[in-house]
């Protein structure tokens, strides 16, 4: 029989296993944008730039677009269902 902690443990390294996957997708994707592109993008962040409703909606949906926030958005839904 499998105790708790065991359970608890094998579903923390499934999830750590999950984690390091899209931690590796994620450093590709930062390593793509220039060291100028992040300073535009600090700049606008300190300049709420990105508060603007018609940016947000830009943001917004260029977002929805990308299959890794579907998936993350399912699964939120998903869970906030149990």
């Known amino acids: 029989m499998i105790k708790n902690d065991e359970r608890d443990e094998r579903n923390f390294d499934k999830e750590r296993s999950k984690l390091s996957g899209k931690a590796a997708v ?3 994707a930062k390593s ?3 060291a100028e ?3 535009l ?3 606008r962040i300190a300049e709420k ?3 603007q409703e018609d940016v947000l909606e830009e ?3 260029r977002m929805s677009g990308e299959k890794e926030l579907q998936i ?3 699964n939120v839904s998903y869970r ?3």
Do not use: G, K
Request: zero cysteines; glycine letters at 0%.
């Open 26 to 28: 994620l450093a590709q």
């Open 32 to 34: 793509t944008l220039s």
């Open 37 to 39: 592109r992040i300073a």
């Open 41 to 43: 993008i600090r700049r």
């Open 49 to 51: 730039y990105y508060d």
């Open 59 to 61: 943001v917004a949906t």
């Open 72 to 74: 993350f958005m399912a």
């Open 80 to 82: 906030s269902n149990l």
